[in-house]
């Protein structure tokens, strides 16, 4: 068997790990983002942030947007860190199965209006309506969710595609077929 039949089976770098650094900047970018507007509401004087929130009913929906903004600067930054481990992939999904599972509790729980997950400025602020901003936080874990699905499904077919076993002789493809 000549040598480059052998490295044309081997595959040096799979095409999901070229994307991995590039979406987990930017779902760390976005993350910093949504935490930043959320970190401005709380330091608003919005009374509508005063109320109690659907889901976690002890604490304002003021204390909550901290707490999330407090947590996706945390996964922006582990983000940051882990831009090019596949690690990135299990706590994006995470993140967003926390967020699903809030907004799905606070359905179940009677709350039928928009979310407050840019930290309503958007929200509150006449040029932009209501309707878009929770179109943009839908948008965003949306994307999220299909870019995880999606680069981890790459992931592993790419896995089991790396194959550095040296290609089979021709003696041994007739013995194995006997």
Known sequence: MEPHENQSRMITREPWRRLLPIFSLSVGGALW???VLKLSAVAAAIPELDSPDPVFGVLTTRQILLLAAVLEVAVGRQLLR?????RALGLIAWLVIAFLAYRGAAWFNGWRGPCHCLGG???WAYF???YLQDGLTKLLLLWMLFGTGILSWWAGRGSRATDTRPAPTRAEEVSAHE
Do not use: F, I, K, L
Not at 82 to 86: G, S, T
């Open 33 to 35: 983002v949504t935490a």
């Open 82 to 86: 882990w831009q090019e481990d596949p």
């Open 121 to 123: 400025r958007y929200g």
């Open 128 to 130: 932009v309506p209501v």
